[in-house]
C-alpha cells in the first residue's frame, strides 16, 4: 500500500523558507513512470498546483511560483521535498504531496498525502 | 494557462437525486488528462475519474464521467449522504496544470 507523508514546520516567519518533505512508502521513488507533486490549498479556498519531481531531477514548476520554488529529490530516503522562499501571508496553506502515474490510458494522480497546514505569521 | 470554470459554484440536492456538475475549459483538452476529485472538510482530495470517464479504484459506479474537448461533466445518479462535499476538475496535460474552483454539492 502506497503511502505519502508530509513533514515539515507548521509555522513560517515572513521573508524566510518553507521547507517540507515528503515521504514515500510501499513505492520506490526510482520509477519513469512516476510523477512527485506539490499541490496546496489556502484556506477556505481552492487548489494549486506547485510543480513536480521526478526521480531523475527533472522538474516542472508553476510559473506563478518559479522564480520561489526549488524540489529535490533523494532517492536514498526515498523522499523528495519543497522549497518555498521568501514566503508572505499569502503561503498560508495545506501542503499536499502527490504521486501522478503516467501509464497510458491510466494517467492519474492516484495517491495524495494527508497534508500539513503551514502558517506564515511573525 | 487553461482555465477550468466549474458550475454550479454550490449544488442543493437531497439523497437519492441526481447530480450533474460542469467543468468548461478555457480551450480545448484532451479527455486522457481531465480528472474528477472529490474532497471532505479536513481531508485530501480523493481521485474519482481520470482520462475523463474511467473511474479509479474503488469507486462506486453511481460516478460517470464524460466530455471531451472543452466541457466536461462529472454526474452522480442515486446521491448517498456521504457524497455531499466539494468536487475539484484538474486538467494535466498542458502545464501549468489547473484546478477548477470547485462545485460544493450540499443537502438540499
Known amino acids: 500500500q502506497v503511502q505519502l507523508q508530509e513533514s515539515g514546520p507548521g509555522l513560517v516567519k515572513p521573508s524566510e523558507t518553507l521547507s517540507l518533505t515528503c515521504i514515500v512508502s510501499?513505492?520506490?521513488?526510482?520509477?519513469?513512470?512516476?510523477?512527485w507533486n506539490w499541490i496546496r490549498q489556502p484556506p477556505g479556498k481552492g487548489l494549486e498546483w506547485i510543480g513536480y519531481?521526478?526521480?531523475?531531477?527533472?522538474?516542472n514548476y508553476n510559473p506563478s511560483l518559479k522564480s520561489r520554488v526549488t524540489m529535490s529529490v533523494d532517492t536514498s530516503k526515498n523522499h523528495f521535498s519543497l522549497k518555498l522562499s521568501s514566503v508572505t501571508a499569502a503561503d498560508t496553506a495545506v501542503y499536499y504531496c502527490?504521486?501522478?502515474?503516467?501509464?497510458?490510458?491510466?494517467?492519474?494522480?492516484?495517491?495524495w498525502g494527508q497534508g500539513t497546514m503551514v502558517t506564515v505569521s511573525s | 494557462e487553461i482555465v477550468l470554470t466549474q458550475s454550479p459554484g454550490t449544488l442543493s440536492l437531497s439523497p437519492g437525486e441526481r447530480a450533474t456538475l460542469s467543468c468548461r475549459a478555457s480551450q480545448s483538452i484532451s479527455s486522457s488528462y481531465l480528472a474528477w476529485y472529490q474532497q471532505k472538510p479536513g481531508q485530501a482530495p480523493r481521485l474519482l475519474m481520470y482520462g475523463s470517464s474511467s473511474r479509479a479504484t474503488g469507486i462506486s459506479d453511481r460516478f460517470t464521467g464524460s466530455g471531451s474537448g472543452a466541457g466536461f461533466t462529472l454526474t452522480i445518479s442515486r446521491l448517498e449522504p456521504e457524497d455531499f462535499a466539494v468536487y475539484y476538475c484538474?486538467?494535466?496535460?498542458?502545464?501549468?496544470?489547473?484546478f477548477g474552483q470547485g462545485t460544493k454539492l450540499e443537502i438540499k
Open positions: 484538474q486538467q494535466y496535460g498542458s502545464s501549468p496544470y489547473t
Open positions: 510501499g513505492d520506490s521513488l526510482n520509477s519513469a513512470s512516476s510523477y
Open positions: 502527490a504521486r501522478r502515474t503516467a501509464v497510458f490510458r491510466h494517467d492519474r494522480f492516484d495517491i
Open positions: 519531481i521526478q526521480y531523475s531531477g527533472n522538474t
